[in-house]
């Protein structure tokens, strides 16, 4: 299946991250990880999601942070992947557009061009998805960290996030079972993740399955439903109405393994 182009908006004028949005959900070629008007959450998006683009407002004036200073730390992070950033702006000062490029801006739109739209922002991403992705394919890790190590801490970051956006709180005794499975479903499609999380911390593999249904159980109850909408899409063919631990863990892994 050909993967998506993942986009990152860091926008703080609503119309226009509607507009993104609006524009991103009418195709099936691109999707957005993430929209906000912060940037040390779009940092903490970026760690999360490892997004192939950031679309980035230069002037957050109604947000936290500017577009100068985000490009100052995203190059400081020094991130194991190539992250495409178009800017968009107002500000028409060259100064300021060398400033950016030299930060790692990649390119810039101004806002004040006539043929300027949403529509054009992310049509001018997807003309360069094959060239992002492929670029993202030829990138190493960190020094010192293997591929997999790589790639397990991106897949547990993002499962984290998955448990905590259905309300599956850290203190939930089956949360942890949950975020082992997923993981190892994802890095090995054996299914026999219920018997090695077992062995992991010394319980009963009935004793962990039991645990895991409760977690999803209890969140069911918790969550408010557009959330539980939202986040998990796949049918509940329960007549309990909530998932069972397997549809829930092989939804997750299936998830997070083909986001990218």
Known sequence: MEKRLSLLLIEDEPSECQEIINYVESKNDVRLVGVTNDTGKALEY???FQPDAIILDLELHKGQGDGLTFLGLLRERRHSYPVYVLVTTHNISHVTHNGA??????????KSQEDYSAKRVVEFLCSLKEVIQGNRKTATP??????????????KNRVITELDRIGIAPNVLGRKYLLDSIVLLIE??????STAVSVKYGK????VERAMQSAIENAWKSTHIDDLVRYYTAPVRSSKG??????????????VKNER
């Not at 090995?188 to 993740?193: L, N, P």
């Not at 009963?204 to 004793?207: F, G, H, Y």
């Not at 549809?247 to 299936?254: D, G, H, L, P």
Request: hydrophobic share 40%; charged share 25%.
């Open 46 to 48: 970026i760690a999360d």
């Open 101 to 110: 490029r030299k930060l790692g801006a990649d390119f810039i739109m101004v």
């Open 142 to 155: 960190p020094a010192g960290t293997s591929v997999f190590e790589h790639n397990h801490s991106r897949y």
């Open 188 to 193: 090995d499609e054996s299914g026999k993740f």
């Open 204 to 207: 009963s593999v009935a004793s």
């Open 242 to 255: 909530v998932p069972t631990m397997m549809e829930f863990i092989y939804y997750y892994a299936e998830k």
